[in-house]
Nanobody, 124 residues
Framework: QVQLVESGGGSVQAGGSLRLSCAAS????????MGWFRQAPGKEREGVAS???????KSADSVEGRFTISQDNAKNTLFLQMNNLKPEDTAMYYC??????????????????WGQGTQVTVSA
C-alpha cells in the first residue's frame, strides 16, 4: 500500500519561505516520478513541479525561480522549497507519485498515488 504523507505547510506573509516534505512508503518500484500539485478554493488542481529518479526536474512557469523540488532517495522523502511566496500561492499542496523512468506532463491525471495535502496560506 503506497502512502504519501505531506508536512510543512503553514501561514506566512508574502515574501516568506516554507519547506514542504513528503514521506513516501509502501512502494517497491525502482523508478518513480514524484510531483507537487496545488489546489486553491474554487480552482482546478494544478501541477507545481516534478522530479524523476535521476533528479531531472520540471516546474510550472508560475513558480520558476521561486520553488525548488528535490528528493532524498535514501529516505524516500520529497521536498518543495518555496521562497518569495505570494498570496496567489495560497492553496492545498499535494504530493503525488507515478511509476516510471521519466516524469509525464504535470497533469493530475498522469499521477497514480496521492497524499492528503498540506495547507499553505500566504497573506499580503
Amino acid at each position: 500500500q503506497v502512502q504519501l504523507v505531506e508536512s510543512g505547510g503553514g501561514s506566512v506573509q508574502a515574501g516568506g519561505s516554507l519547506r514542504l516534505s513528503c514521506a513516501a512508503s509502501g512502494y517497491t518500484y525502482s523508478r518513480v516520478c514524484m510531483g507537487w500539485f496545488r489546489q486553491a478554493p474554487g480552482k482546478e488542481r494544478e501541477g507545481v513541479a516534478s522530479i524523476d529518479s535521476a533528479g531531472r526536474t520540471k516546474s510550472a512557469d508560475s513558480v520558476e525561480g521561486r520553488f525548488t523540488i528535490s528528493q532524498d532517495n535514501a529516505k524516500n522523502t520529497l521536498f518543495l522549497q518555496m521562497n518569495n511566496l505570494k498570496p496567489e500561492d495560497t492553496a492545498m499542496y499535494y504530493c503525488a507519485a507515478v511509476p516510471g523512468r521519466y516524469c509525464p506532463p504535470l497533469w493530475p491525471t498522469n499521477f497514480r498515488y496521492w497524499g492528503q495535502g498540506t495547507q499553505v496560506t500566504v497573506s499580503a
